[in-house]
């Protein structure tokens, strides 16, 4: 396929950016996967839409604030975005400056922390933290959020809060994992008591999420590895889910994909990994029947999963049907409840 079969034209007014009011409160658009119906619903309606029985799958990776700036020792000003923590001093990360620094060079962070540069990862730099204190502890305390590059205000305690999932727990995703920013502790406690249960995967979003689509032929695309862990009894939670005719439902486009990344051997396999699975129309899934997820970019390679997942022809008319609608698209914007298209 080419990439132009993945655009459209989105009104600007309609990239979200603030959240709704309150987290549930967003517009969930409904898409059946037999007759290819959209409904428009509330997230709130959510509860009414699944059944006891069923298991969501949340991805519980927690945004670091990986966004920082500073100068190289010449004082050319630098900005760096860590892709990700390979240690407790350690990270791999892009960084912008007018010259890209060599092997060697100092760096000077947010005014107080001293980093080296010591290699290239491809278009990435490998930097090593001189101080004493760990990364993370860094990052949390000097580090900016790393809003998406379409939300155009600049990050504030607003934004600590609500651009994280209220059950995210393993820190080192420099985005989240959106489709879960709509569930609040009330959600759960319904979805819960309905006989509706929940399992967790981590999968640490990279900032490779937002690298645009370079090709015509998607097929000669190649994504950025991101770092995922399936746990033990989210494997038995899913069979014991189909055991009893239940549907898995991946909340999150990250969380399917750490599912689907892990059932590559024909078996759905607990453990820890890494994976650049890029999913595309005709790929065949084995783990989801079903998809919550946000509206995604033009010519993206998320928008590429949900075509794969939902039906390609679906899904375009699904857009246009939100556009119509007025819905709010991408991270901030509001949702989908997708339903696996039949092979």
């Known amino acids: 396929m080419q990439l132009d079969d993945f655009d459209y034209q ?5 990239i979200a950016q603030f959240p709704a009011a309150e987290r549930g409160a967003s517009r969930l658009l409904t898409l059946d996967g037999k007759s290819g119906r959209c409904g428009d619903r509330m997230f709130a309606d959510l509860p009414q839409l699944v059944a006891p029985g069923d298991l969501l799958v949340f991805n519980n990776t927690r945004v670091i ?10 004082g050319g000003q630098i900005e760096m975005l860590v892709e990700r923590v390979l240690g407790a001093h350690e990270v791999l990360a892009q960084i912008r400056a007018s010259k890209s620094p060599k092997p060697g060079t100092r760096l000077l962070l947010a005014e107080r922390w ?42 504030d305690g607003f934004d600590e809060g609500r651009y994280q999932t209220v059950y995210a727990a393993d820190p ?3 985005a989240a994992p959106t489709a879960g920013l709509h569930f609040d502790e009330t959600m759960l406690q319904r979805l ?9 995967v981590t999968l640490h979003v990279g900032a ?6 370079r090709v015509e032929q ?4 190649r994504m950025h590895s991101e770092l995922y862990s399936i746990p033990l009894d989210t494997v038995a939670s899913i069979a014991a889910t189909r055991q009893r005719g239940g549907r898995v439902t991946a909340v999150g486009t990250t969380s399917l994909r750490a599912l689907e990344a892990a059932a590559q051997s024909g078996e759905l396999l607990a453990g820890h990994g890494e994976t650049d699975i890029f999913i595309t129309p005709g790929y065949r899934f084995q ?33 246009a049907h939100a556009i119509q609608q007025r819905y709010r698209f991408f991270s901030y914007g509001d949702a989908m409840l997708l339903d696996r298209a039949q092979p």
């Open 114 to 155: 001293q980093a080296e540069v010591t290699g290239r990862a491809g278009d990435m730099f490998l930097l090593r933290f001189l101080d004493a204190t760990e990364v993370l502890d860094i990052l949390e305390q000097s580090g900016r959020l790393p809003l998406p590059p379409y939300i155009e205000h600049a990050p």
């Open 192 to 200: 819960q008591a309905l006989g509706v249960e929940v399992a967790y």
């Open 65 to 74: 604030k990986a966004r920082m700036f500073g100068a190289k020792a010449s």
């Open 10 to 14: 989105l009104p600007e007014e309609l």
């Open 287 to 319: 783990v989801v029947e079903r998809l919550i997820t946000n509206f995604h970019l033009p010519k993206s390679t998320l928008l590429m999963l949900v075509s794969a997942f939902a039906g390609f022809e679906p899904i375009r008319a699904a857009y």
């Open 172 to 174: 080192g995703a420099v």
């Open 218 to 221: 998607i097929a000669a695309h």
């Open 208 to 213: 490779g999420t937002f690298q645009p689509v």
